[in-house]
Nanobody
Framework: QVHLVGSGGGSVQAGGSLSLSCAAVGSVASFNAMGWYRQVPGKQRELVAAITTNGITNYADSVKGRFTISSDNAKNTVYLQMNSLKPEDTAVYYC?????????????WGQGIQVTVSS
């Protein structure tokens, strides 16, 4: 079993920055990548960014150049630095641990973290 503990997020004005972090505890050998999804009401959850244990990254087109994902494998922790935030980045962000840069099955979810960007 894998337990993901996320932190960060909050509220900021457009153009500002926020960061998220997520630490994995438990059976960390069960996955080889971590990342973040986000979801707004009425829409499907979408992959924002992911990073594998060997450093391969994957970003949604909408966040390329603004968000940076990084990880500390020794701490089983992933970080998401979000810069130049836009109102459309407002969502609940979910940490995920899975397989490969697209966070495939089997995967695990953390609790949601609200990110709100005001115009």
């Amino acid at each position: 079993q894998v337990h993901l503990v996320g932190s960060g997020g909050g509220s900021v004005q457009a153009g500002g920055s926020l960061s998220l972090s997520c630490a994995a505890v438990g059976s960390v050998a069960s996955f080889n990548a971590m990342g973040w999804y986000r979801q707004v009401p009425g829409k499907q959850r979408e992959l924002v960014a992911a990073i594998t244990t060997n450093g391969i990254t994957n970003y949604a087109d909408s966040v390329k150049g603004r968000f940076t994902i990084s990880s500390d494998n020794a701490k089983n922790t992933v970080y998401l630095q979000m810069n130049s935030l836009k109102p459309e980045d407002t969502a609940v962000y979910y940490c995920n641990a899975g397989q490969g840069p697209h966070l495939g099955f089997p995967y695990f979810w953390g609790q949601g973290i609200q990110v709100t960007v005001s115009s």
